[in-house]
């Protein structure tokens, strides 16, 4: 079965950075933009950047400027870093193929938990 993996959430203080990891399999990253949504206590998940096979970028208004989407093809690989963190950015961080409007288009992964605290 198909599986996303994310990593490399934790606890951060304002203004910190992490850089988050999602495992791909690789018939997928060779042929899907990718895109990493978030997901906050009682909230919507929502799209936050995405990156397509031939590594465009875009950003939600939200990260812009912040927030850094990246892929690595040797490594099977999709990275978010993330950067001048605030505490608005806390929620569990999911990584997903998707299609046009972001719909995600595999099953989800666990994610990874990122808390910023003040």
């Known amino acids: 079965q198909v599986r996303l993996v994310e990593s490399g959430g934790g606890l951060v203080q304002i203004g910190g950075s992490l850089r988050l990891s999602c495992a791909v399999p690789v018939s997928i990253l060779s042929r899907s933009a990718m895109g990493w949504y978030r997901q906050a206590p009682g909230k919507q998940r929502e799209w936050v950047a995405g990156?397509?096979?031939?590594?465009?970028?875009n950003y939600a208004d939200s990260v812009k400027g912040r927030f850094t989407i990246s892929r690595d093809a040797t490594k099977n690989t999709v990275y978010l870093q993330m950067n001048n963190l605030k505490p608005e950015d806390t929620a569990v961080y999911y990584c997903?193929?998707?299609?046009?409007?972001?719909?995600?288009?595999?099953?989800w992964g666990q994610g990874t938990q990122v808390t910023v605290s003040s």
């Open positions: 990156i397509t096979p031939g590594g465009s970028t």
């Open positions: 997903n193929a998707y299609a046009s409007s972001y719909v995600a288009l595999m099953r």
